[in-house]
């Protein structure tokens, strides 16, 4: 049989498809629109098995909605500012723009050699000026809005890449590019106002039905909506105090209350500025950093003040107030009350000061004896040791009454909290979008004019080791305008700014004006499909939101407040991960299999230990250069394999066995190819039968449903279906019309899986058909059936005949059938029950 050249073959339509720009988006405004994304990379300088999977997914539905009929839109562009090119940029001696388009030209050249149906006319980057000039338009605009502010600000601080992190970029207390531990700075800082856009954030998820539930849960929580209340504690101090409020939502537990705690950023902390005590207090705060995660699993520790609280609910209850660690001053009002017995973390406050724990919730009101001791009880049950509130259920009865009581006497009000912080956007860093703003001599900010833009970066030759190189480019950073000098604000933009708007920047990449076109905005957005890793899910997927919010917060004429329809988080790519006896990891191209066991391939005497299959990282070394494989095996093999297996949103194992079968099995496709071609060219006068036709229509039908509903594993299935029915059923005889027609929409249907494939074949069927085919109905129905025969209401056989058989027919056949006869043995039939197509009861 003759071979698949895959090379070849690939090559050649891949050529073809960038020369006649087959998809480049043509927008006919009267068809219908599918916008497909996934989410775009960041240019490293090559792809991996994640890439691979994310745009093989995301170019499957593309291609089938495009045979559908859709007008589609499938760009890409690149995620190009950040810390690693400008790390990168310092270690190799380069500049960043050199190193990142380098990086975009060979990361570009291999995802072209995987077939996907880009439209590359559109193709973006987020370091080009003509990018960011609009960015910039965007901050000026959502400055005017007053959606973007400036302040001194406590922040986490990357003592490593010496810049700001967004406390989602915290990960257990550390950078999450560095590693290094964060740690509490103070600086001032331009903002976003997402908190603004709270309740619509938190509303909206309701209206996304293609989101899947665990995200939409994820960034619920993130949101945090709290229903509470605003409670005044009475203070005795010698200081002009009088009252501190706090935000609570369990005021049912105040008489459990032992302290009060503040954020040492709260207002009082003026009045201890000068106290060595608490300036050495402060200081061990600032090694804490600025995430609940971070201070959740410090040590908690306190400084205390002089001044006493009240208890609003029992005068006769005084306790101490506490600067604490654990306070942060950016939710409620940075002061809670503490009850030890009912709050792991005011638990462990309470026992290392000795303060009283006063147990006021008990699982059963038939235990009124129960105490907590070293561990916090926070479940449901009844509240006791509260006066007027004993015996009530709490916490669905209890808060209720007790915000009631507190309102009526004036002591507190129901409130509604957010945990969402506004979202810090500077970075101390050179690659990075400026911010168009400038300073004049009295530090006022100043926007910089409409016509100046964009701000660029200035050429720097190399850069120092840390720290900010705009700080240092005295000639960039100092202007003059209108004869006036001013000094340029030398924060650039978080690189998640530039990832919150670009979907609508690929439907107008050319619009120089603006940074979309509005009627192409209408038509395109939002996006049908949007695919991409649910590590996402809190990060860029929230502040897009945002970001829509924002441009469409008072603006009559833009008015999409959701980018996203449709939502698909797939799953990772995993390997085996490798450690010599040293615990170095090990690369798989570092080891080879000897008599089952892996050895080093340069010192076969260590043996390799394995360890757990886990999602491919370059630290753990445990990645597949995804070129070798596509050189090796073929564009095809490779996301057929990526397909199979698993379903998209969950990990799939990577294995070389498991790229070796699906390179065979297009070998094997190619021979149905080889024996169609040959069937054709017999050309028979008439069809033995109409297998085919009904075969055909099965499979479209399975594959449309699976493509439907994103399950593309159980198309690589039904593609192996398929082969052994076809190489079997084509041994008949049939036309070359029925042969080439049915053949066409088998082609079609697995354009989307194989599309190098599939096209050659195509090709060499000399066919131009190209949309996707429709299932006949009346073809699924199979015209053999079986019925069961039961003989007083036994089941005695299964008869295999035709549809809509009759009585008298069927009773025909059972007086005849040898099996049959020796239940009946020539007795009477006193009745026939006959359910049609389905059962005979023949009551003897």
Wanted: glycine share 4%; with cysteine; hydrophobic share 35%.
């Amino acid at each position: 049989m003759e071979r698949y050249n895959f090379k070849e073959i690939e090559v050649k339509w891949q050529k073809f498809w960038e020369k006649e720009k087959t998809f480049s988006a043509k927008v006919d405004r009267d068809k219908k629109k599918f916008y497909c994304l996934e989410m775009f990379p960041y240019p490293s300088g090559k792809i991996h098995m994640g890439h691979v999977r994310n745009y093989t997914i995301g170019d499957v539905l593309a291609r089938y909605k495009s045979l559908q009929g859709y007008n589609v839109l499938h760009p890409m562009g690149w995620d190009s500012f950040g810390m690693p090119a400008e790390n990168a940029a310092r270690q190799n001696n380069l500049d960043p723009k050199t190193w990142t388009e380098s990086n975009i030209a060979k990361m570009k050249s291999q995802l072209k050699r995987l077939g996907l149906s880009i439209d590359w006319s559109r193709e973006i980057s987020t370091c080009s000026p003509q990018y960011f000039k609009h960015q910039q338009q965007f901050f000026l605009e959502l400055y005017d809005k007053g959606l973007v502010y400036r302040k001194e600000e406590y922040v986490n601080w990357d003592p490593v890449d010496q810049t700001v992190l967004a406390n989602e970029q915290v990960i257990d207390g550390k950078g999450w590019r560095s590693g290094a531990i964060v740690e509490r700075k103070k600086l001032s800082q331009w903002f976003f106002n997402i908190k603004k856009f709270s309740e619509n954030l938190l509303e909206n998820l309701n209206t996304l039905d293609k989101w899947p539930n665990k995200v939409k849960i994820m960034q619920k929580n993130w949101i945090g909506k709290s229903f509470g209340c605003e409670v005044g504690f009475k203070i005795e101090s010698e200081k002009n105090i009088s009252e501190i409020k706090c935000f609570t939502t369990r005021p049912d537990t105040l008489f459990g209350l032992s302290f009060l705690a503040l954020s040492v950023d709260h207002p009082l902390a003026k009045y201890y500025e000068e106290d060595k005590e608490f300036i050495n207090f402060k200081k061990k705060c600032s090694t804490t950093g600025t995430t609940e995660e971070s201070i959740a699993n410090a040590e908690k520790i306190g400084f205390k003040t002089d001044l006493t609280a009240i208890n609003p609910l029992n005068e006769n209850i005084k306790v101490p107030v506490y600067f604490a660690n654990f306070v942060l001053m950016d939710y409620g009002l940075g002061a809670v009350f503490g009850c030890p017995a009912h709050d792991q973390r005011d638990l462990d406050f309470a026992k290392k000061y000795s303060l009283e724990i006063n147990t006021v919730v008990t699982p059963n009101l038939d235990d009124l004896n129960f105490q907590v001791k070293d561990e916090a009880y926070t479940g449901p049950g009844y509240i006791f040791n509260s006066s007027f509130l004993n015996g009530l259920k709490c916490p669905e009865d209890s808060i209720e009454k007790t915000i009631k009581y507190l309102e009526e006497n004036k002591l507190g009000e129901k409130k509604i909290n957010f945990r969402l912080k506004d979202w810090g956007i500077s970075r101390q860093r050179y690659w990075g979008c400026p911010i168009p703003i400038i300073y004049d001599e009295k530090n006022n900010p100043i926007k910089i004019p409409d016509e100046m833009l964009p701000v660029e970066l200035p050429a720097i030759e190399k850069l120092d080791p840390s720290g900010n190189p705009l700080d240092k480019a005295n000639n960039w950073k100092n202007i003059t305008i209108n004869n006036k000098k001013y000094i340029r604000e030398t924060d650039t933009l978080d690189t998640f700014v530039d990832s919150s708007w670009y979907f609508l920047r690929f439907c107008s990449p050319e619009n120089n004006e603006y940074g979309f076109d509005i009627d192409d905005v209408n038509y395109w957005m939002p996006v049908d499909q949007y695919i991409g890793g649910v590590e996402h899910a809190i990060l860029h997927l929230l502040y897009s939101r945002f970001f829509m919010q924002a441009l469409s917060f008072k603006n009559e004429k833009f008015n999409i407040v959701e980018p996203f329809e449709g939502l698909f988080t797939q799953g990772m790519v995993c390997h085996e991960t490798y450690k010599d006896h040293e615990n170095n990891w090990v690369s798989p191209e570092e080891i080879e299999t000897i008599n089952g066991k892996k050895y080093l391939i340069n010192d076969q005497s260590r043996e390799i230990k394995v360890g757990p299959s886990e999602s491919m990282s370059k630290s753990k070394k445990n990645t597949i250069d995804p070129e070798k494989i596509i050189s090796n095996y073929g564009a095809d093999s490779v996301r057929l394999f990526i397909l199979s297996d698993s379903p998209p949103e969950k990990d799939v194992q990577w294995s070389e066995e498991g790229i070796i079968s699906s390179f065979k099995f297009i070998q094997k496709l190619w021979n149905l190819n080889l024996k169609f071609t040959q069937q054709i060219q017999q050309n028979h006068n008439d069809d033995d039968d109409r297998e085919l036709d009904k075969y055909t229509n099965i499979f479209l039908k399975k594959v449309t449903e699976n493509l439907d509903n994103f399950s593309y594993n159980k198309i690589v299935a039904n593609l192996h279906e398929m082969y052994s029915s076809l190489f079997k059923q084509i041994d008949k005889k049939y036309t070359k019309k029925t042969l080439i027609n049915n053949f066409e929409k088998i082609l079609i249907a697995i354009n989307p899986i194989i599309p190098h494939f599939s096209s050659e074949c195509m090709r060499l069927l000399k066919s131009e058909k190209m949309s996707w085919p429709k299932y006949d109905k009346n073809q699924l129905i199979d015209d053999k059936i079986k019925i069961v025969i039961q003989i007083n209401g036994k089941k005695r056989g299964l008869i295999e005949t035709n549809r809509n058989i009759s009585e008298q027919e069927l009773t025909n056949i059972i007086n005849n059938n040898e099996i049959l006869k020796k239940y009946l043995d020539k007795q009477t039939f006193k009745r026939k029950i006959f359910i049609k197509n389905k059962l005979m009861n023949i009551i003897i």
